[in-house]
């Protein structure tokens, strides 16, 4: 861990459930809405980087101003071309865990379903994704900064204890492994600014949610794979539409 830190607030964690949502937008299969999606989230970066206590909020609302600036730019279908090509059977750039971290495929999938099961969530039926999807992870640790939030307001001490260490289990044994490996890689492999400007996002958030909860510091803890296709693994999709139900 990296030492003691003080316990966000209420209005911190809220903030930080924010920007993982909007960022989860973002990474979901664009659509009509997603550029105009896309500015709403530029537009309260300030706001919202200020609330969530981010250490150094200029990167972050630089990187969210120039990827609504690049998505502009592309327009949606250059943009949505550009998903494909990146995410499609994970060729380019796994947008699945299991397409980078080295370890028991079924193992990190049973583990991710019994995270959602225990907090009474899930994927929704009609959408073909696995829970693995980066989209998924990152609602579903955005619900647990909702939920200890709420537990701190109400003063439920043991659901606040239950939910934090969620939490911290979830990030450290998930996103912890691969999501600082992924905007790596995604930086390098995109073709267009608007997926170069949310890596740089995702990174800021991450590093945000590690100073602020005491992460495991980023950095895999597993040995990660050279991305490539996913063995076994179909073209799955909707989940942009759908997320956790």
Do not use: N
Request: hydrophobic share 50%; with cysteine.
């Amino acid at each position: 861990m990296t030492g003691a830190v003080s316990a966000p607030d209420g209005v911190q964690l809220l903030a930080q459930a924010d920007l993982l949502l909007g960022l989860a937008r973002c990474f979901s299969r664009p659509t009509a809405k997603a550029i105009s999606a896309l500015e709403e989230l530029a537009a309260a970066a300030d706001d919202l980087t200020r609330a969530a206590q981010v250490a150094e909020p200029s990167a972050l609302v630089a990187a969210l101003s120039g990827a609504a600036v690049g998505a502009r730019a592309a327009g949606v279908e250059a943009w949505a071309a550009e998903h494909e090509r990146l995410f499609s059977c994970g060729v380019v750039c796994p947008i699945h865990e299991t397409g980078f971290v080295r370890c028991d495929k079924g193992h990190i999938l049973a583990d991710l379903a019994g995270f959602y099961l225990a907090f009474g969530v899930g994927l929704c039926p009609e959408v073909h994704e696995r829970q693995d999807y980066l989209v998924a992870e990152l609602e579903f640790l955005a619900s647990l900064l909702v939920r200890l939030s709420a537990a701190r307001a109400g003063r439920r001490a043991e659901a606040a204890e239950v939910t934090g260490a969620a939490l911290r289990a979830f990030a450290s044994d998930h996103l912890g492994d691969w999501l600082p490996g992924f905007a790596a890689h995604l930086r390098g492999s995109c073709a267009l600014d608007v997926y170069t400007r949310l890596a740089d996002a995702l990174a800021h958030t991450w590093a945000a949610l590690v100073a602020a909860h005491g992460l495991d510091e980023p950095g895999r803890r597993l040995p990660m794979v050279e991305p490539g296709v996913e063995p076994g693994t179909p073209y799955e999709c909707g989940m942009d539409e759908a997320g956790l139900a």
